[in-house]
């Protein structure tokens, strides 16, 4: 049973780091672009960030650039999204989410959300003022 399981979340404060990590099982993660979501209170959901199943092509958000980066260890099956210089608006749900494209190198833009075919149930993110 294909399954991505989401972790690191919990309260900062501004300013601080977190690490989230993306954990797949059922499927080999190394075939699959990722991509992490948040969703905040009262909001839509919105795109972050995405990797390309080889892990050479990334793109992300306007809201994050230069302060999140997103990794792979295809081998550990896991994904991560560095998160420095928290604000209190990148309070959320945190979700990760997976496609299939054939060519390894290719990422999906970050508004694909409708389009990622596999998602985790999130990981709780809150910095405080």
């Known amino acids: 049973q294909l399954q991505l399981v989401e972790s690191g979340g919990g309260l900062v404060q501004s300013g601080q780091s977190l690490r989230l990590s993306c954990a797949g099982s059922?499927?080999?993660?190394?075939?699959?672009?990722m991509c992490w979501f948040r969703q905040a209170p009262g909001k839509e959901r919105e795109g972050v960030s995405c990797?390309?199943?080889?892990?050479?092509?990334?793109a992300y958000g306007d809201s994050v650039k230069g302060r999140f980066s997103i990794s792979r260890d295809n081998a550990k099956k896991t994904m991560y999204l560095q998160m420095n210089s928290l604000k209190p608006e990148d309070t959320g749900v945190y979700y990760c989410?997976?496609?299939?494209?054939?060519?390894?190198?290719?990422?999906?833009?970050?508004?694909?959300?409708?389009?990622?075919?596999?998602w985790g149930k999130g990981t709780l993110v809150t910095v405080s003022p």
């Open positions: 059922g499927f080999t993660l190394g075939y699959w672009a």
């Open positions: 989410a997976g496609i299939y494209y054939s060519d390894y190198d290719e990422v999906p833009p970050v508004t694909y959300e409708y389009g990622m075919e596999y």
């Open positions: 990797i390309s199943a080889s892990g050479k092509t990334t």
